[in-house]
């Protein structure tokens, strides 16, 4: 962050012995060193913490790296950072604005969390109501003396303003840099953009060169160099996302307790108020600006009006007008919902709601009609004027349709897509979800789980939906227990928050941080294999399953159809995966049969429900048990 836009503006604007000012007396040349000490110690202050030794923060991420660090992690990480700083000679020194964006979403879930509320001297949290404040009266600068700091405590109040001056920071880089007209990189003003007078947008991958303009400095970026020029929808949608959320809690005129926090931070001091106080811009209409650019450019060259669906990816001809593909993914189409959503919220009242409302509700349509499987769920892909892919459906397609369709009806109040968002839910759960293993499989019928960090946050989002919004009382549930045992194990190292003291102190197969060299992340690429357990395919059998009531109180009734004698099995889980019922195996005709299921000592509950036939899986359904 010692070469971003804000450090290098205030640099700029010191005296000049303030160089070796803040780094000891070392006089070399520059200011950006002593203006980032200065910043650090400035939040240091107002959040009554002090600050680590050795940081290094970012603010234009990288899109790849080598998690394997080139040093052991000491004992004192957490007051000192040297120690965990990844290999820059390994990673690829590209940006692209899925990858910031994604980060930046990151940063802004971290600092609303921990900037929602002030704290005192003791690190007792304190509610923001309007009336206190950590700044002197009438002004928007710190008072040390009324016993109140910014964020809920010590270290989240740090944290917090770090995270928020690097998404500022990224912002700003991306619209003064990123900005493609089709011929070079340049800056884009959100004041005055107008897609129709020349489009200028953030490409898709952009290569970085740096150069060392001082041998005790990190190094600064020399050139930027269009690496591929197409335009991507989750790029775009990555960067609005992250820069809505941003806008949102920055927005001067939401009075509830985290925004009266947030007031204070967005005043003047440590981040400038906005542009309705001041007359210039800040950090407000800088991410209502941005979001304001990608939106546009979305609808410009994403957007098939005639179809009523944006795509995946698009291009500029040599006139600079836009070339969109014909093929949309169930996760750009799924998430297009929920980023149209925010978007809707944060310009309510604008011409841009209009447009808004309209490509949500017809991107909407074009799912159910379109990405829509006769047999069930979603399908991958559609491309334009070919149909729908055939590939086996993935958990990362259904998932980002379900969460997408129960935004969509909280968004517009059309039960139809709640109605379309339950069963795509209960196909989730019943096609994907293995009970007796307490495990998502990540493709239909396969045995082999194969989990990514994007396949499990999509996942997330989808439970967390089901539970707020489609009121699915055993979404959290599963989340909870397939968190457990697939997310935690995906974790490559430990921080003693978690109970570690040294290696392994927990016992759960995940090494403490310090004494490796393996960061706190996600892996990227776990598998599990569901073969190890004796559990094969879901739905191998063509037999149709129907359970009648549901929910049940005495009894529930398994109706399936046997094209031929068969051998029959059912057995009943608890959502954590225990056995609980199970049928002997018996023989049954062909046709339509059925085995009642005594539900006297269920405890109310909800269960499922896996019939076998021929000691194969022909199906798994969920029944909730009431009194």
Known sequence: MMWSPMITQMAMMEPPEFDGSYTGGMVNGFNEDDELMKTIAHFSMLANQMAPANPWPQFAEFETGNMHLPQTVAADFQMDFSSLRWDRSKMDKTLNPAAMGQTMLKQYFWAKDMLGAF?????????????????????????????????????????????????????????????????????????????????????????????????????????LAVTDASSHLWDQWSFLWAALEFKNMMDPNINDAEHFAFHEVFDGDPFPA?????????????????????????????????EGTFVDVSNLDGSGQPVPGNTISAENAGYALVVLAKFIEEFAYTPLEIMAIEALNAQTNFIIQNL???????????????????????????????????????????????????????????????????????????????????????????????????????????YTRVFKRVYNSMILS??????????????????????????????????????????????????????YPNPATLYADLQFNLEQLSKIKV?????????????????????????RIALDSFKPNIYFIRLYVNNEIAGTQKIVVTR
Do not use: C, W
């Open 571 to 595: 057995n009943v889980y608890e959502t954590t995966g225990r056995l609980v019922y199970s049928t002997p195996s018996s023989y049954y005709q062909q046709g339509t049969q059925r085995v």
């Open 119 to 223: 704290h005192d001297s003791e690190d007792n949290t304190i509610e923001a109501d309007g009336t206190n404040s950590p700044d002197s009266l009438n002004s928007p600068h710190f008072d040390p003396f009324n016993n109140i700091y910014y964020g809920g405590n010590n270290l989240d109040g740090f944290i917090g303003q770090v995270l928020t001056a690097e998404s500022i920071n990224k912002v700003l880089f991306t619209i003064n840099n990123l900005a493609y007209d089709g011929t070079s990189l340049g800056m884009v003003d959100p004041m005055t953009y107008n897609p129709q007078n020349g489009i200028q947008y953030f490409p898709h991958r952009v290569a970085v060169t740096e150069t060392i303009l001082n041998e005790m400095l990190p190094p600064a970026m020399d050139e």
């Open 274 to 306: 906005p542009m309705a106080v001041t007359g210039m811009p800040g950090p407000f209409d800088l991410m209502m600006g941005t979001s304001k650019v990608i939106f546009m450019n979305a609808m410009t060259m994403h957007f098939n009006a005639t």
């Open 372 to 478: 829509k499987n006769p047999q069930g769920g979603f399908f991958n892909s559609y491309t334009i004027g070919s149909g729908a892919s055939a590939d086996s459906q993935s958990l990362a397609a259904q998932a980002a349709i379900l969460r997408g369709l129960y935004v969509a009806y909280a968004a517009t109040n059309n039960t139809a897509f709640l109605e379309e968002a339950n069963n795509t839910y209960n196909y989730l759960i019943n096609v994907f979800y293995e009970p007796s293993l307490i495990v998502f499989r990540t493709q239909k019928d396969n045995n082999i789980a194969t989990y990514e960090p994007f396949t499990l946050a999509v996942l997330s989002g989808a439970l967390r939906e089901a539970s707020l919004v489609g009121n699915q009382t055993d979404a959290a549930i599963l």
């Open 494 to 547: 430990e921080a003693e928050q978690s109970g570690e003291i040294g290696n392994d102190s927990d016992g759960d197969g995940i090494p403490y941080i310090a004494g490796g060299s393996l960061p706190f992340v996600f892996a990227a690429k776990g598998t599990y294999d569901l073969t190890i357990s004796g559990i094969s395919s879901v739905n191998t059998i063509n037999t149709e399953m129907h359970i």
